[in-house]
């Protein structure tokens, strides 16, 4: 782009011609590659603009697919974090917690963990996070 300028001010030097250097009838020719040249200064600016928009369009695409899956991960993140802190908290088989000891204590525990997950998946549909 910058060397497209500097043969734009060659060729606007050479029109003016100050000290007759060049003939007439090369005059009209360096005249006419000034004109070109201009719209080919013109032209490279316009698809330089044009690319530019075009990758800040494929950068904004990217963005949006990153932020989605971004969001998906965090959905299930925050379905199964509820999950993770019961087992490791009924892991650690302590002598004195009561639900151990208990007939129901083991079904007790799956129905609190189903009733989590479903309440969590709830949630996130109800804030439309799924």
Same mark, same amino acid.
């Given at each position: 782009?910058q060397?497209?300028?500097?043969?734009? *001010?060659?060729?606007?030097?050479?029109?003016? $011609? $100050?000290?007759?250097?060049? %003939?007439?009838?090369?005059h009209?020719?360096?005249?006419?590659?000034?004109? +070109? @040249? *201009?719209?080919?200064?013109?032209?490279?600016? !316009?698809? +330089?603009?044009?690319?530019?928009? @075009?990758?800040e369009?494929?950068?904004?695409?990217?963005?949006? *697919?990153?932020?989605?899956?971004?969001?998906? /991960?965090?959905?299930?993140?925050?379905? /199964?974090? %509820? @999950?993770?802190?019961?087992?490791?908290w009924?892991g650690?088989? =302590?002598? /004195?917690?009561p639900?151990?000891s #208990?007939? =129901?204590?083991? %079904?007790?525990?799956?129905?609190?963990?189903?009733?989590? !997950?479903?309440? !969590?998946?709830? =949630?996130? #549909?109800?804030?439309?996070y @799924?």
């Amino acid at each position: 782009m910058q060397y497209m300028g500097l043969m734009v *001010d060659v060729s606007d030097i050479l029109v003016e $011609n $100050n000290n007759n250097v060049i %003939p007439d009838e090369a005059h009209h020719m360096f005249h006419l590659i000034g004109t +070109r @040249l *201009d719209r080919l200064e013109w032209a490279s600016v !316009t698809l +330089r603009e044009s690319v530019m928009q @075009l990758r800040e369009a494929y950068q904004s695409q990217v963005d949006i *697919d990153a932020n989605l899956m971004m969001r998906l /991960f965090t959905v299930v993140s925050t379905v /199964f974090l %509820p @999950l993770m802190v019961l087992t490791s908290w009924y892991g650690m088989n =302590y002598k /004195f917690m009561p639900e151990i000891s #208990k007939q =129901y204590g083991y %079904p007790l525990f799956i129905v609190l963990a189903v009733l989590v !997950t479903i309440a !969590t998946i709830w =949630y996130c #549909k109800k804030k439309k996070y @799924l």
